[in-house]
Each structure stands twice: as structure tokens, then as C-alpha cells.
């Protein structure tokens, strides 16, 4: 052009031409134009991921030597955390957050960035879930696990007993409902972030021992003397309810002091009733 800002009269490469000027030196001005490029967005699905990725981005149109924001992450993955863009797929190349300012990516033709992933963790809480029928306290202690999404992992093998009681497993409701697991299950994927809690399931032992003694009133009148212990067995927390014999010369005396007729079935077999006989 025979002006630098390109408003005088333009001559192509290699133009044919006459007659510029009548003699001297006659001046001619490159012009040019910043190239563009194209930015795609490769989604990237993580090899591991059991999941597709969701939605889609945007290419975006840049020019060379002009600051512009990449397209903003449209892309979603169940269980993942987007990190961000790279220019490689597995990381190693220049990384660039998401909506970054950039500038001369390439100088011309399509440029590709690589969503970046990484899986999220989880905690599983377990609860020991103290049964409304138990009479005594669930004891010992089970950790927390942490888990990561999409990666197989054990429970951790549970650690509270409750007296008289056989733990069943975990339930993902307090009252036993919803999904089951059993102890140590090898699980994935209980959720995708956060906490996510499982509370112990219990059964009463029905073969807790129990002790029935029966007294005999000694023969002067003072006092009693054990004759007969009878080993019974029932459900744990459950009221038992001895049941008297019939002895020759005796009468059952439901009314001694010192009687115990029913009881709490205690999970350690501690409980003992008492029946008197006159």
C-alpha cells in the first residue's frame, strides 16, 4: 500500500505495475492481518470414569496477539471434578483454568485443550444404631472410611458388639431399610461426594441364658435352702417370667421378699429369678 496505514492505493504480491512516480524513490508499505485459530474442547472421559461426560463446549474463535477468555466448561462428569484444560490428554502439556485469558495459542488452523478430571472422595460414616429394645449401650468403635469415586474399596470391618446381640450388616436407614451391606463389602460408588452414612443392624440373641432357682423353706421355719436351678433360655431384652413347681409339702409364696418372678433377659446371661416356696 503506498500508505503504512493501508489507506492509500494497494498492490498485491508480485502486482504488475507502471508509472509509480516520475522518478526518485517510491515508497511501498507491507499491510498485514493477525492470523485467527480455532480452540476446540476435547470432553476427555477418564479411562477409569463409569460414567459419560455430559453437555458439551463451545469452540471458540481467537486472533493472534489478542487476549481473549476461553468458552467457559460446559462439560459435567458424575463422581469427577473438572480441573481445568491442558494441552495434553494425560496432563503433562500446559494447563490453563477454565475461562483463562489467553493469547497466541497457535498461530493459525485449530488448536485442542483436554478437559481435565479428577475423581472425588467420599467418607463413609458408621453408626452403631443402638436398637430401641436394647437395654444396655452398644460399645466399641468403628472409622470412618474414605473412598474415591469410581475406585472399588472395603468397608471397614465393623468394631461394636452390643451384649446379647448379633450385628447383621449395615443399612443406609437407622430403622433397617434401604440398601444392605455386609460387613467389609467390597463397595463403589455409594455416593458421589460428601458423606455418606450407614447405620449397624442388630438381632437379639433367642438363645440368651437365664437362671431360675427355686428356695425351699428349711424345716425349723428360719430361712430358705436353694433345691432346684433350672438354666432356661430366651430372647435377649425380653421380660422372662418364672414359672413355679409343684414340691410335695411345700406351697409356692409369691409374696416373699425376697422373690424375683420376672426380669429383663440381660445379653451376658446374668439375669437370675428366685421363686420360695413354704
Keep these: 500500500n503506498t500508505q503504512s496505514n493501508g489507506t492509500g492505493t494497494p498492490y498485491a504480491d508480485k502486482a504488475s505495475v507502471t508509472n509509480l512516480t516520475t522518478s526518485g524513490t517510491f515508497t511501498l ?10 480452540v476446540t474442547y476435547n470432553k476427555n472421559k477418564p479411562a477409569t470414569s463409569s460414567n459419560e461426560v455430559q453437555g458439551s463446549t463451545t469452540s471458540s474463535g481467537h486472533t493472534y496477539d489478542v487476549s481473549k477468555a476461553l468458552t ?6 458424575t463422581g469427577w471434578t473438572f480441573k481445568g484444560w491442558n494441552t495434553n490428554a494425560n496432563g503433562t502439556g500446559t494447563p490453563y483454568a477454565d475461562k483463562a485469558s489467553v493469547t497466541n495459542l497457535a498461530t493459525s488452523g485449530t488448536f485442542t485443550l483436554y478437559a481435565q478430571w479428577e475423581a472425588n ?45 448379633t450385628f447383621l450388616g449395615w443399612t443406609t436407614n437407622s430403622n433397617g431399610t434401604g440398601t444392605s451391606y455386609t ?3 467390597l ?3 455409594l ?6 452414612n450407614l447405620y449397624a443392624k442388630w ?13 425351699q423353706m428349711n424345716v425349723d421355719g428360719q430361712g430358705y435352702t436353694i433345691t432346684d436351678t433350672d438354666e432356661l433360655i430366651g430372647e435377649t431384652d425380653t421380660i422372662a417370667t418364672a414359672v413355679a413347681k ?10 416373699n421378699e425376697n422373690e424375683v418372678g420376672s426380669g429383663n433377659i440381660a445379653g451376658d446371661g446374668s439375669l437370675v429369678l428366685r421363686l420360695y416356696y413354704d
Excluded at 72 to 77: D, M, P, R, S
Design 29 to 38: 508499505y507491507a499491510q498485514w492481518e493477525a492470523n485467527t485459530y480455532t
Design 72 to 77: 467457559a466448561n460446559g462439560y459435567t462428569l
Design 121 to 165: 472422595t467420599y467418607t463413609v460414616n458408621y453408626h452403631a444404631n443402638k436398637p430401641g429394645g436394647a437395654k444396655t449401650d452398644v460399645v466399641g468403635t468403628t472409622a470412618s472410611s474414605t473412598h474415591t469415586y469410581d475406585q472399588a474399596k472395603n468397608l471397614t470391618p465393623n468394631g461394636y458388639t452390643l451384649s446379647g446381640w
Design 183 to 185: 460387613d467389609g463389602q
Design 187 to 189: 463397595v463403589t460408588n
Design 191 to 196: 455416593t458421589t461426594s460428601g458423606t455418606f
Design 203 to 215: 438381632e437379639a440373641n433367642k438363645n440368651t441364658t437365664y437362671i431360675v432357682e427355686h428356695y
Design 246 to 255: 409343684s414340691y410335695t409339702g411345700f406351697t409356692y409364696n409369691p409374696n
